[in-house]
């Protein structure tokens, strides 16, 4: 006979493939904007091959999948936001902007790098139950709608995205007794997804980095120029990586350029395992839930965190906060102090007790 966890973990699979049956479908042959996808290498959520590399269309125009890694190589197709193709390998080509010159190898052609964002298919075995004072679950699928109730017709609220992570508040069972979360923020919105979509955190995973270095010895050092950041412990640098700071834009008398990313020395003063992000003005706002690994620098609100929303890093593109990728962010979030408990999940310092150095450089 079956065991419970293994029921559950089939339940949660066809829930997920129910609702994903419902949105995604086969868009094989569909054009947009005037651009054919690519005939035979767009997967549709039902063929998501588990475990194997992937790469999500990042938000914003889509990208050509060209036949080599080269700006003026010959289209074959396009890749918009969303859709989900296998990416063979990484390769070095020209790049289409200066910061970087890597691509992906797809099963034909190639795609620039910064447009799609890495992803894997990793369904999960849902927890047995879900503790009162719940859990952290990170979406470990390419992406998944988040319902306003747990079935699969149910109003989307959000489509949420790999690596994002969020509040799990409990477990319900579906309209067809399969498993589902009701993920929460501390916006108040709920959304509901099938149990298999997210993996739980576990505490651990929060463990400090490196404790036993005292913290007055940590410092970041942010070359803006270069957008590239250094974790050092005293004089010696144990982590590198690119990022993607403020971008400038034009302020309200539409003449002065304005970027929201501040300089010199700053101080980490609250950390929040997730956050959901809004902002802007309607023209340029946004709007990004399940932010992870939030580490706040500044009084204006920048901060250090997760980016799912695009695979860009070494070129300007935020609103004042410093892009990572999710990996990185993650990392730094442990090395760096104030420590978070995994309950509640975030915490505020005050002046007298502000957390790790940052250095903010034009140039190093």
Request: some cysteine.
């Amino acid at each position: 006979m079956a065991s419970r966890r293994s029921f559950l973990k089939l339940a949660g699979a066809a829930a997920l493939g129910a609702v994903y049956a419902r949105r995604g479908g086969s868009a094989r042959q569909v054009s947009r904007r005037g651009h054919p996808r690519a005939a035979g290498q767009i997967l549709p959520p039902g063929e998501w091959p588990v475990g194997v590399r992937l790469g999500r269309g990042a938000l914003g125009w889509g990208a050509p999948i060209l036949t080599r890694p080269h700006p003026e190589g010959t289209q074959l197709g396009y890749v918009y936001p969303d859709d989900v193709v296998r990416i063979v390998r990484e390769v070095v080509g020209l790049g289409m902007a200066y910061h970087t010159h890597v691509w992906f190898e797809l099963e034909e052609g190639y795609v620039y790098a910064p447009h799609l964002q890495p992803v894997l298919h990793q369904p999960q075995t849902p927890v047995d139950a879900v503790p009162a004072e719940g859990l952290w679950g990170e979406v470990v699928t390419p992406y998944v709608d988040g319902l306003t109730r747990p079935e699969a017709n149910a109003p989307v609220v959000y489509r949420i995205y790999y690596s994002a992570v969020f509040r799990i508040a409990e477990m319900v069972s579906g309209s067809d007794g399969t498993p589902w979360y009701r993920a929460t923020m501390e916006t108040g919105i709920n959304l509901y997804v099938p149990a298999a979509t997210l993996r739980v955190i576990q505490p651990e995973e929060l463990s400090p980095l490196s404790p036993e270095v005292d913290p007055a010895e940590k410092r970041i050092v942010v070359y803006l120029a270069e957008q590239a950041l250094s974790a050092f412990e005293g004089r010696r640098e144990v982590f590198r990586t690119r990022i993607s700071s403020g971008a400038n834009y034009f302020g309200e008398d539409g003449v002065t350029l304005l970027n929201g990313t501040p300089r010199g020395e700053q101080h980490i003063w609250s950390k929040r395992i997730s956050r959901h992000m809004q902002g802007g003005t309607v023209e340029a706002g946004f709007d990004v839930p399940g932010v992870g690994w939030v580490a706040y620098f500044a009084g204006n609100g920048a901060a250090l965190h997760s980016t799912y929303w695009h695979n860009d890093f070494g070129i300007p593109k935020s609103h004042g906060c410093l892009n990572c990728r999710p990996e990185d962010a993650k990392w730094i979030f442990r090395w760096t102090v104030p420590q978070v408990a995994y309950l509640p999940g975030d915490i505020t310092v005050n002046w007298d007790n502000r957390g790790t150095t940052l250095d903010l450089q034009e140039a190093s």
